[in-house]
């Protein structure tokens, strides 16, 4: 519950200015595909620079997306899943086995 924290706070304020917005009788400053769009323009526009210092050193695009972290940055990591994930060890003697 505490992982899904920052999600409710968000909320929460979303909804208050959704009703601060209700009670003045004023409709949101953009269509909220316009707003969402614009937004992942912002988040995408914020790695341009570390991507392309990669780049510059020699890393491939795919190189430089990873070792920029654009991916959690851009999409965020979903509440329980803020641990790296991890492979399960595999004993080398019972794989010799089968």
């Not at 914020?46 to 654009?70: D, K, T, Y």
Request: include cysteine.
């Amino acid at each position: 519950m505490a992982d899904m924290r920052a999600y409710i706070l968000s909320l929460g304020a979303g909804l208050l200015v959704g009703i601060v917005y209700s009670l003045l009788n004023v409709r949101s400053p953009a269509p909220p595909v316009v707003a969402l769009v614009g937004l992942l323009g912002i988040l995408i526009g914020e790695q341009i620079i570390p991507v392309a210092r990669h780049m510059l050193e020699g890393s491939h695009l795919a190189a430089a997306w990873r070792q920029s972290q654009c991916t959690p940055h851009i999409f965020g990591l979903l509440p329980g899943r803020h641990e790296p994930a991890t492979q399960p060890e595999i004993d080398s003697k019972q794989e010799q086995r089968t």
